[in-house]
T-cell receptor, first 113, second 115 residues
Framework: DQQVKQNSPSLSVQEGRISILNCDYT??????FLWYKKYPAEGPTFLIS?????DKNEDGRFTVFLNKSAKHLSLHIVPSQPGDSAVYFC????????????FGPGTRLSVLP | DVKVTQSSRYLVKRTGEKVFLECVQD?????MFWYRQDPGLGLRLIYF???????EKGDIPEGYSVSREKKERFSLILESASTNQTSMYLC??????????????FGPGTRLTVT
């Protein structure tokens, strides 16, 4: 059973609008979360992270929200740009120096011009 | 600029062959990881290593082994390749530290096809 779920395999958004990518997790021990972006034929690249002591983290156009009670996090991209079209992976970990992350299956975002 | 390289982008092997996938990082990272990526399943951890000559099983180690003789190099070995090991293989590295340093740096991936 997947511990990290991304229930939308794909999402299409118009350029300039908001993209919201969702992620749910089942393990209440998870306390550190990352989002990665992956373009075709490239490895994933780190986008943004959040620890469980926060409920929001912003970096430019990207904001991650964490709702611990619902075991849910979301990535907001505002405004969306065509270059944001990629697969987005949510990953979760129990904070330690081991850095073993559990990845979700990914959501393919298409930003339409 | 951080760099993780993988020896091959594409590889085609026959069932039963021994397959070596090589990964090299130039960031002096202590941690290295091997994942496989399959549609609908995301990235699944095969093996990881926290130090030279050290290895730990991930979530799906069956059919795989690893070798880490030098800090910068982490090899994934398929002792006898099978068709269900056809996948995209991704190597990553990271440096242990406080939570803010948890980022893993990924290589471009090796797409392995076993026929």
């Amino acid at each position: 059973d997947q511990q990290v779920k991304q229930n939308s395999p794909s999402l299409s958004v118009q350029e300039g609008r908001i993209s919201i990518l969702n992620c749910d997790y089942t393990n209440s021990m998870f306390d550190y979360f990352l989002w990665y972006k992956k373009y075709p034929a490239e490895g994933p690249t780190f986008l943004i992270s959040i620890s469980s002591i926060k409920d929001k983290n912003e970096d430019g156009r990207f904001t991650v929200f964490l709702n611990k009670s619902a075991k849910h996090l979301s990535l907001h991209i505002v405004p969306s740009q065509p270059g944001d079209s990629a697969v987005y992976f949510c990953a979760a970990s129990v904070a330690n120096y081991g850095q073993n992350f559990v990845f979700g299956p990914g959501t393919r975002l298409s930003v339409l011009p | 600029d951080v760099k993780v390289t993988q020896s091959s982008r594409y590889l085609v092997k026959r069932t039963g062959e021994k397959v070596f996938l090589e990964c090299v990082q130039d960031m002096d990272h202590e941690n290295m990881f091997w994942y496989r990526q399959d549609p609908g399943l995301g990235l699944r951890l095969i093996y990881f290593s926290y130090d030279v000559k050290m290895k730990e099983k991930g979530d799906i180690p069956e059919g795989y082994s690893v070798s880490r003789e030098k800090k910068e190099r982490f090899s994934l070995i398929l002792e006898s390749a099978s068709t269900n090991q056809t996948s995209m293989y991704l190597c990553a590295s990271s440096q242990p530290g406080p939570m803010s340093d948890y980022e893993q740096y990924f290589g471009p991936g090796t797409r392995l096809t076993v026929t």
